[in-house]
């Protein structure tokens, strides 16, 4: 495919104030900053705008100006394949898909399809807060295996989590990359996670919603590469979104090779009345065909932001960040303050930074914050130099 050449000012700032942006306009009442003057670390989506052709995708539907049904999905898989291919290496058969309304709702579709009620579904926590919502809010016992750190980054526990079993457990939850920590999993990693669920006959789901949000240096291996044992029981989960930053369009896909599991999941996606929005498939598919360019330029800028937050930060006795392999949310650990939560969170908050509380990511979080670095880079500088003041007493 022929690659354009395509300026990016990742640096301009973007007023997204009233704009019903969750993370500028929710900013005051879930943390007590105010958008005027606050700085928002939370919500994992990015002050950019998104690659030129996905706004010139829009703007041709606009100028036809008719939105009715979208059908049918085929360009859009065809360009979901061929980046796979382009990107992951990784050959898809446009048969092996189903489209949701992002991510979170294909989680929630494979546990209706996979599990019962009352039945046991394994997280690897601290883990993405909907994933515990998720499994709770559909009567599944949640079983949170608690992430190791080894060499100051996060490891699975596979000889803990089998004796934690109790025989009802019937499927894995895995963030792969792993938000928050910022984990690539290794091949050998997911290999031996793939042999576990064959020994313990469980389903596992792949959320790869950051796979391509790869810090140089890293390499992603999507699941079912690294997973053949699996490949009966594996449904991997991909989308534009986040790499795109075009989270609003809600749109992803749950890719499943193996016929009876697809044939399975078919059936409660359609139990579930689902279709696709038209918006977010026209902005998905111009980003699959398209986005090289901006991606490769965005892990750029995205990496130099990662590096002033860890220069920063580690200024301050007894903060300590997690190395951010993927995704651009770092995941400070305070616990070498000495400080209780609620006294770092008042501190973080009153220097005008809204960031995630770590409690919110489940077990093993405690002591944690996790900054979003999505942002023009005089932002993150602005709020380094606010976090080195308010905790200035430390230094
Ligand atoms: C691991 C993970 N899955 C899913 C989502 C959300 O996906 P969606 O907006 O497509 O529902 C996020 C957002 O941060 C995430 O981190």
Redesign the pocket.
């Known amino acids: 495919m022929e690659r354009q050449t395509v300026t990016i000012d990742f640096d301009k700032i973007i007023d997204r104030r009233n704009t019903h942006s969750s993370k500028w306009d929710n900013m005051q009442a879930d943390y007590g900053v105010s958008p005027d003057t606050g700085i928002p670390m939370w919500?994992?989506?990015m002050d950019f705008r998104p690659p030129e052709q996905v706004d010139a995708a829009l703007a041709a539907d606009m100028a036809h100006g008719v939105y009715g049904y979208y059908d049918n999905p085929t360009s859009y898989a065809a360009a979901l394949c061929s980046w796979m291919e382009r990107r992951h290496n990784w050959q898809v058969d446009p048969s092996w898909l189903l489209q949701?309304?992002?991510?979170?709702?294909?989680?929630a579709l494979c546990i209706s399809a996979f599990s019962n009620p009352g039945e046991g579904v394994i997280v690897f926590s601290p883990?993405?807060h909907?994933?515990g919502t998720i499994v709770r809010a559909n009567d599944r016992r949640l079983v949170e295996s608690e992430l190791v750190q080894h060499d100051g980054v996060y490891h699975m526990d596979l000889a803990a989590l089998e004796a934690q079993l109790t025989g009802d457990e019937t499927l894995v939850l895995l963030?792969s990359p792993?938000?928050p920590g910022g984990r690539v999993w290794s091949a050998a990693e997911l290999g031996a996670l793939a042999d576990f669920c064959v020994k313990h006959d469980l389903m596992l789901i792949s959320?790869?919603?950051?796979n391509d949000l790869i810090m140089p240096g890293h390499s992603h291996v999507v699941a079912p590469l690294a997973m053949p044992q699996a490949h009966d029981r594996l449904v991997t989960?991909v989308?534009t979104?986040?790499t795109f930053n075009i989270?609003g369009g809600?749109?992803?896909s749950m890719v499943i090779p193996d016929d009876t599991l697809r044939e399975k999941l078919a059936k409660t996606h359609r139990a579930a009345g689902m279709s696709v929005n038209r918006f977010g498939m026209v902005m998905a598919e111009a980003a699959y065909l398209h986005g090289d360019d901006w991606l490769d330029a965005l892990l750029v800028y995205l990496d130099g932001n990662r590096q002033l937050l860890s220069d920063e930060l580690s200024l301050i006795p007894g903060v300590s960040v997690m190395p951010l392999q993927a995704?651009y949310?770092a995941w400070v650990d305070f616990a070498g303050t000495g400080m209780p939560a609620a006294e770092f969170i008042n501190r973080i908050q009153t220097a005008g930074v809204a960031a995630s509380h770590g409690s919110t990511f489940g077990a093993g979080g405690d002591s944690f914050m996790r900054f979003n670095i999505a942002m023009p880079r005089a932002q993150v500088a602005t709020a380094m130099q606010r976090l080195r003041t308010a905790f200035s007493d430390l230094q």
């Open positions: 919500v994992a989506d949701t309304h992002g991510l979170v709702n294909a989680l883990v993405y909907w994933f963030c792993h938000n959320d790869e919603v950051h989960l989308a979104t986040k989270a809600m749109t992803g995704t949310l």
